[in-house]
């Protein structure tokens, strides 16, 4: 049972560095999400897509690009990496239908260091 | 303005103690209103929700909640705490009001749950 996978686990970059966050979800969930927890702020929204092909902006989609190219798949990239961004990033996934359920599925968080 | 409120940052209770995490909400109307946990090192998972009718709501693991329109309350509760309760515990809503997509959901700042033997 996958459920939301998220590729790396773990990075460091240096500031001014690209990379791209992959999560997949084998769900066939409509909905997938991108937040960032830090100590003490709890979890916050970046992006988040609705179905394949759309994306849209969360509470702070600052410095952050996403693709949802496949309905399984939500990539989130970091074109120039600062240290503002060290952060722990979480995937999540929930299935469309009803209303507001609010039940996400988290992947297991990736671990992302700029130094 | 519109927020989540966990008042308490840390918690430590001892094994088989009862246990109360509180949170509040400040929206016009009742949001919808859930408890997540957080495990060390795993993502969150849902552990219950209210929507609406009857204001005790039963979730996993022997937790469940309360809510209290009169005091923008929803707080968590289980009678008697395991050493595998300890975690981060997250009340996060849906405001009524909002016209995004579902699971927009807005996290309060989390109270981590340590136990004691």
């Known amino acids: 049972n996958a459920g939301v996978t998220q590729t790396p686990k773990f990075r460091v970059l240096k500031t001014g560095q690209s990379m791209t966050l992959l999560c997949a979800q084998d769900?066939?969930?409509?909905?997938m999400y991108w937040y960032r927890q830090d100590p003490g702020m709890g979890l916050r929204l970046i992006h988040y897509?609705?179905?394949?092909?759309?994306?849209a902006k969360g509470e702070v989609p600052d410095g952050y690009n996403v693709s949802r190219l496949k309905k399984q798949n939500f990539l989130l990239g970091l074109e120039s990496a600062a240290p503002s961004q060290t952060s722990v990033y979480f995937c999540?996934?929930?299935?469309?239908?009803?209303?507001?359920?609010?039940?996400?599925?988290f992947g297991e968080g990736s671990r992302l260091t700029v130094l | 303005a519109q927020s989540v409120t966990q008042p308490d940052i840390h918690i430590t209770v001892s094994e088989g103690a009862s246990l109360e995490l509180r949170c509040n909400y400040s929206?016009?109307?009742?949001?919808?209103l859930f408890w997540y946990v957080q495990s060390p090192g795993q993502g969150l998972q849902l552990l219950l929700k209210?929507?609406?009718?009857?204001?005790l709501v039963q979730g996993i693991k022997g937790f469940e909640a309360e809510f209290k329109r009169s005091q923008s309350s929803f707080n968590l509760r289980k009678p008697s705490v395991h050493w595998s309760d300890a975690a981060e515990y997250f009340c996060?809503?849906?405001?009524?009001?909002?016209?995004?997509?579902?699971?927009?959901?807005?996290f309060g700042k989390g109270t981590k749950l340590s136990v004691k033997p």
């Open positions: 769900m066939n969930h409509e909905y």
């Open positions: 897509s609705v179905g394949e092909g759309t994306t």
């Open positions: 209210y929507f609406s009718g009857d204001t």
């Open positions: 929206y016009g109307a009742t949001p919808y």
């Open positions: 996060a809503v849906v405001p009524m009001n909002y016209g995004g997509s579902q699971g927009n959901l807005i």
């Open positions: 999540a996934s929930s299935a469309l239908g009803g209303l507001n359920t609010g039940e996400l599925f």
